[in-house]
């Protein structure tokens, strides 16, 4: 008997009703047994293949992405019901756009209808409480995908219970350039010292201007300090070295006291005030975290790639920096599904226990599944 009789037949044995329904009770056996034991928070996927697939089977690159898209439904679910938080995919990289219009235009078409998909499938998302958000740069993206993504996230904007990121377009050179610019903007702004921060104007720590008046300030300080030390204004002095001393210190700014900025070209409105700035020593790994696009998620606790490629692909380079753990798969994206991802989960989980025997910390995990581990 042929290959393709025996793989007919194999399909029509797992999709009768017995077997089904074995199957079925099977998986959620499998599901509930993962509860039991520590779980990562965060998952992200590199969902890579689609088009080997397609041509290993001889059929459509369309298809191929179809039968993606019903593979991330399927592993959706194994995840919420697991009780993973947050799912994080990589849609369409920034890099997409370097490729030809013709293939540039294909993909956005094909990235409209992913997420026309996801907004089709809004009960499996609501029967887990989980809100849809589109991480990357919207300026780059066509007006009509962008009403595809304002329908798929306003269809799960009530959802609480967990978060489906979707990374569109997105690279994390991109996230991470975006990052660091807005916490220079944010200490570049001067700070009213009566109010707080951020309410100030737009100043100049960073700017040539500013470094300049800063090191003049230090050099007539230094310079006063040495008039001082030489012409001292007691008994014995000669008047006019007095003077001069006098004329000196009057017009020395203390060390470490930058003058007043003003805006070029006259004075500041509200008078000669004193403004601060942040100090750029304040700025550590989570004043950059809070500007990620993940912010106020948890931590990326795990992160796959089928189709065997082993590389990240600009992909969460910032997240995954964090203790996060990497696993590279040599099945493609349309043949992933609970049996692939249950011995990652399995051993996950196994190192969790290990960490927990050795006395490591326990932070990357959540409250529930420190319970777990400590239970047993």
Known sequence: MSSKHLTQIRKWFLQSPPVEWAVSQLRELLIGALRQGPIPQHVAFVMDGNRRFARSRQIETVEGHNLGFEALAKILEVCYKSGVGT????????ENFNRSRHEVDALMSLAKLRLTQLAQHGELLSRYGASIRV????DLVKPDVLEAIDRAVALTK???????????PYTSRDEITTAVRGVVEDWSLRE?????????????KFSERHIALNIRSRCLSAAGAQARGLSPTGAGSDPED??????????TLQVGTPPNILPQGGGDEEGDREWKFPDPEAIDVQTLNWRMLTAGMPPLDLLVRTSGVERLSDFMLWQVHDGAEVEFLECMWPEFDLWSFLPVLVEWQWRRRKEAREGKPMGRVGARSQEALKAQ
């Not at 799912?87 to 920034?94: C, E, G, K, N, P």
């Not at 991480?135 to 919207?138: D, E, H, I, K």
Request: net charge negative.
């Open 87 to 94: 799912v994080t995919i990589y849609a369409f990289s920034i």
């Open 135 to 138: 991480l990357g740069q919207r």
């Open 158 to 168: 009530d959802n609480g219970d967990a978060v489906l990121n979707v990374c569109f």
């Open 192 to 204: 009213d010292p009566d109010v707080g921060v951020g309410v100030g104007k737009r100043g100049e």
């Open 242 to 251: 007095a003077h001069s001393a006098a004329v000196s210190t009057s017009s």
